[in-house]
């Protein structure tokens, strides 16, 4: 996507052809900084400390982070250690264990000699299957936003509600939630978006930068109004990204997603999940049950970033001392509160059925469906 008129991904190799550039997210919307990782450690830091963030982008990292300890020392000890530092950097997203099981599972049997190279190439394709997997699914949640422009009288816009940031900055490219808007947008569609602010970390700062980037209309709300602006019929509906997407159509995503969909149901709003395939997580059935949920320093949910009056950028601690704070990174939205999974090979009911008949070579045979 575009800042200021230049495209860029996410990540991408530096001019080297060794490096690896990142945007410094934590610095966002304040400030756009690159960063160039020059080693594995280094990009288990950027996903670590969430310099990067969002679960296809977490990946892509990650496989980047392979391909630098492979240009330093190709051994099986060295891709064992590249492994075992990176799958621990974030325990919930999924992509994060399915990227590395990909580039180490094909590095594994190749002679160490051959390993740099085809850890590059690996990593590059893994970044380029994101963007392709997310464009594919702006294309199939585009025709949901159609399906209510049509109803909609004349001027009055689609106004859809999203958390926390499932575009471009938390993929390679596009997007998944913001995809269908971002091609609704471009094919003259008159659209406005509701960006819950997404505490504790504000994401919503960043979508409001992505949207604002790209010219989409956008107003930035406080976590608990969308419930509001349900009741009133402000809301169209609702699209949200997701971290691990269960067998039976469960969906973890950023904490306060669940409520989102719970006020949805309670006033008829669609609710829709953009999936893509990476994120499925077919070992798990029950997410409430099964998949562990991330806590954070309670640093992040106590102080609140930002920028002064006098342009410095600070962390301003709101809480009294002392307190103790609790920092859930995500929560499960049970299936049944899910109207359809928009996945990159169409949209399909958020059950096992659903599921299995839109990814059935993926499908366990220990599931009866």
């Not at 992505?210 to 509001?228: F, K, M, Q, R, Y």
């Amino acid at each position: 996507m575009k800042i200021n008129g230049k495209h860029y991904r996410s990540v991408w190799p530096a001019d080297n052809g060794i490096d690896v550039c990142i945007f410094d997210q934590t610095k966002l919307p304040f400030e756009v900084s690159i960063i160039t990782l020059t080693t594995m450690e280094e990009a288990a830091t950027s996903i670590k400390d969430m310099w990067v963030r969002g679960a296809p982008l977490i990946g892509a990292v990650a496989a980047y982070g392979v391909a630098l300890a492979m240009h330093r020392d190709s051994s099986d000890a060295a891709l064992t250690k590249a492994y075992d530092v990176l799958v621990a950097t974030r325990p919930t997203a999924i992509n994060l264990k399915w990227a590395l099981d990909r580039i180490c599972g094909a590095l594994t049997p190749l002679p160490a000699a051959e390993r740099r190279d085809a850890a590059y190439r690996i990593a590059a394709g893994i970044a380029d299957e994101d963007a392709e997997i997310c464009h594919r699914i702006g294309e199939h949640g585009l025709t949901i936003i159609r399906d209510i422009a049509a109803r909609k009288k004349p001027g009055e816009p689609v106004n859809i509600l999203t958390h926390c940031n499932a575009g471009w900055l938390a993929t390679v490219d596009w997007g998944t939630a913001l995809s269908p808007i971002y091609q609704a947008y471009d094919e003259g569609i008159n659209i406005h978006v509701w960006v819950d602010e997404t505490r504790p970390r504000n994401q919503g700062g960043l979508t409001a930068f992505e949207l604002g980037s790209h010219g989409v209309p956008h107003t930035l709300i406080a976590d608990n109004a969308g419930g509001h602006l349900m009741q009133h019929g402000e809301v169209d509906m609702c699209i949200v990204g997701t971290d691990r997407t269960t067998a039976r159509g469960d969906v973890c995503n950023k904490i306060g997603t669940y409520l989102k969909a719970l006020a949805a149901k309670a006033n008829n709003v669609p609710f829709y999940v953009a999936l893509p395939s990476p994120t499925l997580d077919f070992t798990v059935w029950d997410g409430v049950k099964e998949i562990p949920i991330e806590q954070r320093a309670g640093e992040e949910q106590s102080h609140v970033f930002g920028i002064t009056p006098e342009g410095t950028r600070s962390w301003v601690n709101t809480a009294p001392a002392g307190t103790r704070c609790g920092n859930y990174a995500f929560d499960v939205t049970p299936a049944e509160y899910v109207t359809g999974l928009i996945t990159e090979r169409g949209i399909c009911d958020a059950s096992p059925a659903g599921l299995k008949a839109m990814f059935p070579e993926m499908w366990p045979s220990e599931y009866e469906v």
